[in-house]
């Protein structure tokens, strides 16, 4: 794939994959989950508190809270980052009123299920945050701090996000004063949490590259450069034709697996990559070495 082309693919991809997760997860959450009466985490669960105590609709407070946590994160997280997350917030705060019209507070399964309905309510908002920050973007509110607390502390995403939903879902109970609302309401964070974390693969934080290339010298190069990482060079030899080869070993967290990818085939369409997975990587730029 030509550069030209490749500059113009991949941004592409990520913002409709951040439009498909969004439009997922309106759906999942007007038409299973507050259709129910039922409050998540996130700031759309503190959209869902002010909604059931003053009536102001989730899309307007969304997006209304999220104008200052941009704020937080185009100080933190980049300029990069915050392009992604004010389309994420601009799409789902479009697709919460979509779907309000569309729905008008009626849930999607009429026959009492309620319990089944935040099931895949839950399914469905996971996968849909998941598309979300596999694309690099954010859906801002409480992602944004859970994005911060990612990197600067080694915590999952969905594991960062979980702590801060704990105290918003607990806050419905001065509203319903119904513990089974907020039962179901752990039990969505929870699927939640796990769908969004299978689809981003948080739970092997860190992987390990095998990169053999002729043009090694270009990828270590674009490595230091784009990616702000190290990584070392080993003298090889290959089995079969004995002749010297170099091969680059790169540790990088998950989530940079695809810019790698790309980064490699821009330089070398032949490289021979292998990938796998590290239980445990200490050191500067990743976890604290353990005594």
Known sequence: MKDSIRKVYYPLKDYLLICLGTAMYGFGFNGFILSNQVVTGGLSGIGALIFFATGIPVSTSYFVINLLLLAIAFKVLGLKFLLKTIF??????FWFWFFEQLLDGKPIMESGEVFMSIIIGAL???????LVFSAGGSTGGTDIIAAIINKYKHVSIGAGMVLLDLVI?????????????IVLGFVEMGINSYMLDRILNANTQSVQFLIFSRKYDEIVERIIKDLGRGCTILNGEGGYSHKPMKVIVLIAK????????RLIKSVDTQAFISQSVVRGVYGEGFDPIKA
């Open 88 to 93: 994420g917030v601009v799409a789902l705060s």
């Open 124 to 130: 469905i908002c996971g996968t849909g945050m998941g």
């Open 169 to 181: 879902v607990s806050c419905s109970y001065f509203i319903f004063q119904n513990v089974d609302k």
């Open 254 to 261: 998950r989530r940079e697996s695809v810019t790698i990818f």
